[in-house]
């Protein structure tokens, strides 16, 4: 093999993977981040999402999560669904960010749709917390006004409303006019609900992080 081969990230990055998986080599993994790294400098994408990885898991290589999430994201952001999966799992624990259920499952929902392996209940697990931390922060806010934020419904104007929140019967999603709340009519098809069906109060548009 050429020298200029050898000194490709492809190649570099196979070498890697071998002392990963102690393929034809005696396992290493501090000798695979030390590759790892030659090869994400060249900004070669499975080399930067593996790098981040082993930074995540502290594995060649002492645990940064700052480190992690440079190099995760960074492969995340050209789509990459195996950094993508492990970008959604730092957001659901705050490994590295902020806790950030919304993110996570949005970031798994992308996964889930490539058919990631395991996305799917990943996904399921994580709608799950978040609608028990939506029930809760709802259940304990003032019923008086109807207020959506650019990421869920923040408050609810009356307890039929509540309970259709909290049901999921009735949800916030964005449009290109803004965050709106969905329905359904008689015959079960989805509209978009201009006040509340119970009271009429009109909905107000808040931040995420309004404070009650």
């Known amino acids: 093999m050429s020298d200029s081969n050898e000194q490709s990230p492809e190649f570099i990055y196979s070498q890697a993977i071998s002392y990963l998986q102690g393929d034809g080599v005696k396992a290493d993994s501090a000798k695979a981040a030390e590759l790892l790294a030659k090869a994400a400098e060249m900004d ?25 999430y440079q190099y995760i994201n960074k492969a995340a952001s ?4 195996n950094a993508v999966y492990h970008l959604a799992l730092m957001y659901e624990n705050g490994t590295g960010v902020q806790k950030d259920l919304y993110q996570a499952l949005k970031l798994m929902a992308f996964c889930a749709a490539a058919n990631y ?15 028990a931390a939506r029930n809760k922060y709802l259940d304990a806010r003032p019923i008086i006004s109807l207020d959506i934020s650019e990421v869920d419904v ?3 104007c009356c ?11 009735i949800t916030m999603d964005m449009t290109y006019k803004g965050p ?15 006040k509340c069906p119970f009271c ?5 548009i808040v931040s995420h992080d309004k404070v009650y």
């Open 154 to 156: 923040e408050a609810c």
């Open 117 to 131: 392996t395991g996305a799917v209940e990943d996904a399921d697990r994580i709608e799950d917390e978040l609608d």
């Open 78 to 81: 050209k789509m990459d669904p």
């Open 44 to 68: 070669y994408l499975p080399a930067v999402r593996d790098l981040g990885i082993l930074y995540l898991n502290g594995d060649g290589v002492p645990t940064d999560y700052e480190k992690a």
């Open 180 to 194: 709106a709340l969905f329905g359904a009519d008689e015959d079960g098809n989805e509209i978009v609900l201009e």
């Open 159 to 169: 307890k039929p409303m509540l309970d259709a929140v909290k049901n999921k019967d």
């Open 200 to 204: 009429g109060k009109l909905p107000r």
